[in-house]
């Protein structure tokens, strides 16, 4: 029995001094590829004047005063979870550039597309500089509407204007000379069920012109999708289009920018749940229609300040609410129309270390059962520190 112990030691001991040898063996991936490391640590401090809906950390709109018991209820908040972690890793092969881009945040629940931490982006980069061609696959921002406003609300007016995600994409991009860009894609949100009916994708495509003018740079784009859909086993199949414009002027130290879009059945894909589709009496499922758009006009006062204002609309189909069968659960998401007015300033304290306040002010437009409207207002202000890096 001895014996056995002293051999299983000298096992060991060889073990141990032959690991660190075929440690030190492997490449540091530091030396492989360019690896780059971001985040930042973000607070976010509240007040809400009334009840907002579809969202509690980010605004949606102000809630159904005619469903929610105190609407106009005030509260506060303390929010951290827009920190977040990114790191990327590149590499030349032969005139081709590999790059591969994962990012997390403290959005989301356990379900979906949303995991804690959460999967903000995930994908692989090709591209061939010399074709001015790119294939990205895996979770990146949806690839057309590509602008944001600059809110310091996470929500950058979901709702109210704005059309954004982040979602799954096979996407191809080709650059030609004189500053155009082509983009094709196939968009998918992940599936939750095997019983789910969707069995395609969207189809996108964008054409941006990129051009100088009066020391400026400055950008145009159209934007188009259609998906072809079926919500449930027992429901006709629908069709889900969209078309949208962009526009952004950058005469520093100013910066304008902004969106319009229509569309009919764009849904959950682009943050707009609750006026994707609806039942009318007849329990057929129909696709709603809307159109809505955002502008806001950013001013570099010095290099240490800068203030922005906005303004989002989100106008959907009157006669598609008024058609609706709401389920009790979307009562608060449904509207006639929404908007957002805000105004913010970031003031930079030191190196990567800033300070910012934001007021935003929204109002949902309904309609009661007997066909009269009224209007549900909210306000929110916000004092946000931010530590980047």
């Known amino acids: 029995m001895r014996g056995w112990v002293i051999k299983l030691l000298v096992v060991i001991l060889c073990l141990g001094l032959a690991l660190p040898a075929l440690v030190a063996a492997d490449?540091?991936?530091?030396s492989k590829y360019n690896v780059k490391i971001w985040g930042r640590v973000k607070m976010d401090y509240t007040y809400d004047t009334a009840q907002f809906v579809n969202y509690n950390d980010f605004l949606g709109v102000p809630a159904d005063s005619q469903a929610t018991a105190n609407q106009t209820n005030d509260s506060t908040d303390f929010n951290g979870r827009d920190t977040r972690l990114g790191f990327s890793a590149s590499h030349d092969v032969d005139g081709w550039a590999g790059k591969g881009v994962v990012e997390l945040d403290f959005y989301g629940t356990?379900?979906?597309?949303?995991?804690?931490?959460?999967?903000?982006?995930g994908y692989a980069d090709l591209a061939n500089k010399d074709w001015g061609t790119s294939i990205r696959a895996g979770?990146?921002?949806t690839p057309v509407m590509q602008l944001n406003p600059s809110t310091i609300d996470f929500g950058i007016l979901s709702a109210t204007g704005n059309l954004w995600w982040r979602r799954p994409q096979l996407t191809v991009r080709q650059n030609v000379e004189g500053g155009l860009e082509f983009l094709v894609s196939a968009m998918l949100a992940r599936r939750q069920s095997t019983a789910s009916e969707s069995r395609?994708?969207?189809?996108?495509?964008r054409v941006a012109y990129s051009f100088d003018l009066a020391g400026g740079k400055h950008m145009a784009a159209v934007n188009g999708g259609y998906q072809h859909d079926k919500t449930s086993a027992t429901a006709d199949s629908i069709d889900r289009t969209l078309l949208g414009a962009e526009?952004?002027?950058?005469?520093?130290?100013?910066?304008?920018?902004?969106?319009?879009?229509?569309?009919?059945g764009i849904g959950g894909d682009f943050l707009r749940y609750g006026l994707d589709t609806y039942t009318n009496g007849a329990g057929d499922v129909?696709?709603?229609?809307?159109?809505?758009?955002?502008?806001d006009?950013?001013?570099?006062?010095?290099?240490?300040?800068?203030?922005?204002?906005?303004f989002g609309l989100d106008n959907p189909d009157d006669d598609g609410y008024r058609r609706a069968t709401i389920a009790a659960g979307d009562i608060n998401r449904t509207f006639t129309e929404a908007y957002n007015a805000f105004v913010n300033t970031w003031y930079?304290?030191?190196p990567d270390v800033k300070v910012g306040f934001e007021a935003m002010f929204l109002t949902a437009e309904r309609e009661k059962l007997n066909g009269n409207s009224f209007k549900d207002k909210g306000e929110r202000y916000t004092l946000s520190l931010y530590y980047g890096f």
């Open 139 to 141: 979770q990146d921002w």
């Open 110 to 121: 356990n379900s979906g597309d949303n995991l804690i931490p959460r999967l903000r982006l």
């Open 297 to 310: 006009v950013t001013y570099k006062i010095m290099p240490k300040w800068s203030v922005t204002a906005g």
């Open 27 to 30: 490449e540091p991936v530091t």
């Open 200 to 205: 395609m994708p969207w189809l996108l495509g």
């Open 247 to 264: 526009l952004k002027f950058d005469f520093d130290p100013v910066l304008v920018k902004g969106e319009f879009w229509w569309g009919e």
């Open 286 to 295: 129909r696709t709603w229609e809307a159109w809505g758009f955002w502008a």
């Open 348 to 350: 930079t304290l030191g």
